[in-house]
């Protein structure tokens, strides 16, 4: 067997995947990150060493299908990764049943795809790598890791909807999502800054899909999305959270559910509000009232989210922000900080500006983040678990 483990992280026009080393000792060496880029005519494969700058890439026309065996030729050939041991994969949705990694087999896929209903846009992305991947080496170890795992604490009345109880039996529940995310934040905190870990502390993965999450000791105590992605903050072409007599309404207007689901997934958000983009970079670069107006909701949202899940908390000792925009835009951490400053949140200008992991003042009382967060290295941990548990159920000793 092979001491690689290669971590795929899909989405809609991308699929991020990092190469690691299982170093003994239960550590992981990184050996190399990158990406395959879909546009309309090709897909290209871009990466780099962590240590040793850029490899050479490839493309080729898109639609012909095969693209994660094509990577995976790459990989154990020009980017010379050798054997790999198994391949996780982001799974944005395990239900009510699957609350911790497993390997995938043939009952666990069917298992995963009768669950599609839940995140229809999100589901198939996760699957179809590993779909691919099993067709064509089958004996290859491949591991689901689940986006709501993380939070398969929560329980009424956080998880509940205010619905007929048959209805919650039937799974119309609050999950959340972005737990690998939140699981990557909870891992450094807990490394680095364990006092923080034990507090009350918001995270804030924000990006072109956006939740916060409430930890209390590392734990998912409240989040903001809850029985899809749709729920919650504004983001790049998702509402958030609506008045369900809003879709009464456009669907007695006229819409169709195709037409709703497209409307409410692709085209609201940043993109709907500003009707100019859903990157917040172009908006904040824009001088148009509409892209303004886009920033003001999307940061208002933020922070009136941040104080509910306080709230939930009791208190709050720590904001980390991550993510896309969190981890690299300094005007949003800093403009959401402000109206946040009834709660003692106050940021060092120069020190958010910087970049610097610690954003806060000293005299904050809440302590103030930005870090980088880690899918990758969380799904290839989860992949040596797996592989660990498979060969010794019982424990080390069997």
């Known amino acids: 067997m092979g001491d690689c483990l290669l971590s795929l992280n899909a989405g809609s026009s991308s699929l991020k995947f990092a190469l690691f080393r299982q170093a003994g000792n239960g550590t992981l060496e990184p050996l190399l990150r990158g990406q395959l880029k879909t546009s309309t005519t090709e897909v290209h494969l871009q990466a780099s060493r962590t240590h040793g700058g850029p490899l050479t890439g490839m493309s080729w026309s898109a639609g012909q299908g095969g693209d994660v065996l094509r990577l995976l030729q790459w990989i154990r050939t020009t980017a010379g990764g050798g054997e790999i041991a198994?391949?996780?994969?982001?799974?944005?949705?395990?239900?009510?049943?699957?609350?911790?990694?497993?390997?995938?087999?043939?009952?666990?896929?069917?298992?995963?795809?009768?669950?599609?209903?839940?995140?229809?846009?999100?589901?198939?992305?996760?699957?179809?790598?590993?779909i691919e991947l099993r067709g064509d080496e089958p004996e290859l170890t491949q591991v689901c890791c689940f986006d709501t795992a993380f939070h398969h604490g929560l329980a009424p009345p956080v998880s509940r909807y205010g619905i007929p109880r048959e209805w919650e039996l039937a799974?119309?529940?609050?999950?959340?999502?972005?737990?690998?995310?939140?699981?990557?934040?909870?891992?450094?905190?807990?490394?680095?800054?364990?006092?923080?870990?034990?507090?009350?502390?918001?995270?804030?993965?924000?990006?072109?899909?956006?939740s916060l999450c409430a930890l209390s000791n590392c734990k998912s105590m409240d989040t903001t999305m809850g029985f899809s992605a749709l729920d919650g903050?504004?983001?790049?072409?998702?509402?958030?959270?609506?008045?369900?007599?809003?879709?009464?309404?456009?669907?007695?207007?006229g819409l169709s559910t195709d037409d709703l689901e497209h409307l409410l997934y692709h085209e609201s958000g940043l993109l709907g509000v500003s009707g100019i983009s859903s990157d917040i970079r172009d908006l904040l670069a824009s001088d148009a009232p509409s892209a303004r107006?886009?920033?003001?909701?999307?940061?208002?949202?933020?922070?009136?989210?941040?104080?509910?899940l306080a709230a939930t908390l009791g208190g709050l000792d720590g904001i980390v922000f991550t993510g896309g925009i969190g981890e690299h835009n300094s005007t949003i951490r800093q403009m959401v900080s402000d109206r946040l400053g009834?709660?003692?949140?106050?940021?060092?200008?120069?020190?958010?500006?910087?970049?610097?992991?610690?954003?806060?003042?000293?005299?904050?009382?809440?302590?103030?983040?930005?870090?980088?967060?880690?899918?990758?290295?969380?799904?290839?941990?989860?992949?040596?678990?797996?592989?660990?548990?498979?060969?010794?159920?019982?424990?080390?000793?069997g």
Request: net charge neutral; hydrophobic share 45%.
């Open 293 to 308: 107006e886009a920033v003001e909701l999307f940061v208002f949202r933020s922070a009136r989210e941040t104080a509910a």
């Open 233 to 253: 903050l504004l983001m790049g072409t998702r509402p958030g959270s609506i008045d369900p007599g809003v879709i009464l309404h456009l669907l007695r207007s």
């Open 342 to 397: 009834w709660l003692g949140v106050r940021v060092d200008p120069e020190a958010n500006a910087a970049g610097l992991q610690i954003v806060s003042q000293a005299q904050s009382s809440v302590r103030v983040m930005a870090l980088a967060t880690d899918e990758e290295k969380v799904i290839a941990r989860s992949c040596s678990a797996a592989l660990e548990e498979r060969q010794h159920p019982n424990g080390p000793e």
């Open 86 to 130: 198994a391949v996780g994969h982001r799974i944005v949705h395990g239900g009510g049943k699957f609350t911790q990694p497993v390997i995938a087999t043939a009952d666990i896929i069917a298992r995963i795809q009768a669950i599609t209903p839940l995140a229809p846009l999100h589901q198939p992305l996760g699957l179809a790598p590993l």
């Open 171 to 210: 799974g119309i529940r609050r999950y959340g999502f972005h737990g690998l995310s939140y699981q990557s934040i909870v891992d450094q905190l807990s490394d680095h800054w364990p006092e923080l870990a034990a507090g009350r502390v918001v995270v804030a993965h924000l990006g072109s899909g956006a």
